[in-house]
């Protein structure tokens, strides 16, 4: 089985590339499913019901979250879709799901979204504890389970890393629109890769516009942000899985 998780999404260059660009990845990789961060696509906030069918349609099998969910309030329509996840260590009294499980090739996928909690802005429970509970809750239930973790600190990421090692089958970061060069399978059998990067803006500073980024940090000004024009990127990781045990053979960064 090949899965591919695709990076934060980032305003309509962003969703545009995704859907220039899936259809013909799918094809030449023989990719069987697909995960794609939402959470920035609708104007680099946020994410709308029409943006959310649009991923969808281009070849999505789930939209993953982050500290920007609740910024369109469209996403009330629809965040109790089963293809949409939130992060699942937002209050409980929140609506929306953590996780669900998919059924994908004979296997059960269970697809599990958290938040980070270092320099993140947003309200939160522990996210350790949090995968804890999930992970006890479906273990007799899903052959493979994803995490994708929304969080800023690297080091929140790799301490994420070793305590879930063995425990899941892949665990990816999103957030910093940056990816890294630091994809391994652990020891114990875990794929993992601090940051899969971002699918926006290619000449920007992480998807918004250089000028305006670069005179905040120059005159320490407040100056609004704006998604940048030009040709686009996506990032994106593939990860390849045995089907018999469900072991991770193999991890691919793509970046097109």
Not at 3 to 23: Q, S, T
Not at 210 to 218: C, G, N, P, Q, Y
Request: proline content about 3%; hydrophobic content about 35%.
């Amino acid at each position: 089985m090949n899965i591919l998780a695709v990076g934060d999404l980032v305003g309509e260059n962003g969703l545009k590339k995704l859907k220039d660009e899936l259809p013909n990845l799918k094809n030449d990789k023989n990719i069987d499913f697909v995960i794609v961060n939402g959470e920035n696509v609708a104007g680099g906030m946020g994410i709308t019901e029409k943006d959310f069918n649009q991923i969808i349609h281009a070849g999505a099998d789930v939209v993953t979250l982050g500290n920007h969910t609740w910024s369109k309030k469209d996403i009330f329509r629809f965040i109790d879709n089963e293809k949409i996840v939130r992060p699942a260590n937002y209050p409980k009294t929140l609506p929306g799901k953590g996780y669900y499980i998919y059924e994908c090739k004979n296997k059960k996928i269970a697809v599990l979204n958290l938040i980070g909690r270092t320099d993140m802005g947003v309200l939160s429970e522990n996210p350790f504890l949090e995968a804890d509970r999930i992970l006890e809750k479906i273990k007799d239930n899903a052959n493979i389970i994803i995490v994708d973790f929304h969080a800023e600190a690297t080091a929140e990421k790799i301490a994420m890393k070793y305590y879930l090692d063995g425990r899941i089958n892949i665990l990816y970061g999103t957030h910093t629109h940056v990816q890294t060069a630091d994809e391994e399978i652990t020891q114990k059998g875990t794929a993992y890769i601090t940051d899969i990067g971002m699918t926006g803006p290619k000449d920007s500073v992480i998807g918004m516009d250089k000028s305006a980024s670069i005179k905040r940090f120059v005159t320490t000004l407040p100056e609004k942000y704006k998604i940048a024009d030009g040709k686009s990127k996506m990032n994106s990781c593939l990860f390849k899985i045995n089907d018999e045990n469900c072991r991770i053979e193999k991890i691919l960064r793509i970046n097109l």
